[in-house]
Structures are given as C-alpha cells and as structure tokens.
C-alpha cells in the first residue's frame, strides 16, 4: 500500500470511535390505562429493561397501569422517532392479564429502550413478572407469586402463600406477614438474601450460601447449621421455604 494513499491514524480512530459512540440522546413517554378485574384470575408483567413494581389492593375492581417509556438515539429527532416505536402490549388471554413491553429488536438494540411498569391490582391475583434488567417488586399480594430478574433486586411483602423468588444478580428481599402454611423458594446467583415473619408462618426453613454467612435470628426453631446450610422450623413445620444463594449472605429478622 502506498503510504500516501492511506488515512492518517487520527482519522481511523475518529472514525472508528464514531461508529461506535453511544446514542447521547433521551426521549421519553409515559401512558396509563385501566383494565376490568372481572375474570381475571392472574397477571402476567414483563419487562427486559425496566423496573416492575406492583402493589395489591383488596378492594380493587380493575388493575391500573402506568408505564413510563425511554428510549436513546444519536439526535433529538432520532430518539424522538425512536420513541413512536416502543409499545405496551396488553392482551387478555381468558383469566389472565399479560402487560409487556414491546420494540423492534435489531433496529433498537443500542438504544436502550426501557419500560417502567407500576401496577396496582386486586391483591388476590396470582403474579407472574419477568424483567431482564430492572428491580421487581411486588407488595400487598395474597395469590401466589413468581418473580424472576436476571440483573437486579427483588422485594416482596404480603400474604402470599406460594413464592417463588430469582434474581441471578442482586438482592432479594421478601417479607412473610401472613398466616399459616407456605411454600417457596427464593434464590439468586450473585446476592444476599434477607427472610422476615412477622407473621405466623408456618414451614420447615433451609437456607444455603457457597460464599456468604448465614443468621438465623430468633424466629426459627430447632436450628441447626452446617456445611454451609441452615436448618430451622417455622411453627408447625407444616410447609417448606429453601432459600439459597451463590454468593452473598443469608439473613432471617
């Protein structure tokens, strides 16, 4: 190659660092809606970047919805025309609710796109939420719940007596105020894990940590410890919660 036909260094990089520069640009959009509770027997969320946070309500007729919607773009007017692309999906399939957050994948992968779901619903519902990247919370439930983030926290509260619990990278949080039996399973890769019973719960506890301490607290009965693994009884043992993390600490209030 004749030197005096080639770009000059600085310009390959400008160039090459122009090509891969992030979208600086943020647009954003938010849309509310309700949905009738009658028939509903479940809701389904989910989200792939994006937090999830749904509150129960005993006394509500209808599931209220509000999403707030970002997206990037490398000017003002290409957000802007990015953003017209993001949808909130809602769809019921005979009892069940299924809200998601829709976009063209190969045309807006480097754009982030984001959908932030805050939900109120009847607390009897069951509850099925997925995120990908974003915190999940969920409170004030009684129907069962299933909760699963791949990158970020996870906190519940209620009276729920099936859970189901995952993060593979954060924290997960859940707090039992409810009575009687329960059965559930709580677990995350990367993360520590924090149990409370404030009510009467009951079932047989067992938690496990490969790189993390473990403390029982004073509400576990029976408890034992070993190899890693926390053993204990819940009143009258009648149930089952395991908890288990990778990496992280195990903690019972």
């Given amino acids: 190659m004749n030197p005096s036909n ?8 400008s160039l090459a660092l122009s090509a891969c520069s992030w979208p600086g640009h943020v647009a954003t959009k938010a849309t509310a809606f309700d949905v009738p509770a009658a028939g509903l027997q479940r809701l389904d969320c989910t989200s792939h970047n994006g937090r999830i946070d749904v509150v129960g309500d005993p006394d509500a007729t209808q599931v209220t919805v509000r999403v707030e919607m970002s997206v ?37 992968q480097r754009c982030s796109p ?76 990367n993360g520590d894990v924090q149990v409370a019973f404030p009510g009467a719960v009951d079932a047989m506890f067992t938690a496990r940590t490969h790189n993390g301490s473990l403390t029982g607290g004073n509400r576990l009965a029976e408890t034992s410890v070993a190899r890693r693994e926390l053993r204990g009884r819940l009143g009258s043992g009648t149930g089952q919660l395991t908890v288990v993390t990778h990496n992280g600490d195990v903690t019972v209030r």
């Fill in 6 to 13: 080639s770009l000059p260094l600085w310009t390959l990089f």
């Fill in 72 to 108: 990037r773009g490398h000017s003002a007017e290409e957000a802007a025309a990015n953003l017209e692309l993001l949808q909130v999906g809602r769809e019921v399939d005979g009892s069940t609710l299924r809200l998601t957050g829709n976009w063209p994948r190969e045309q807006l």
């Fill in 114 to 189: 984001s959908f932030t779901f805050t939900v109120t619903m009847p607390a009897g519902l069951e509850l099925a939420l997925l995120g990908h990247n974003g915190d999940l919370r969920a409170v004030d439930t009684v129907g069962p719940v299933r909760a699963t983030t791949h990158n970020g926290d996870v906190t519940w509260r209620g009276r729920s007596r099936r859970l189901e619990l995952t993060s593979h990278n954060g924290d997960v949080e859940a707090d039992f105020v409810g009575e009687g039996e329960v059965r559930g399973e709580i677990t995350t890769s």
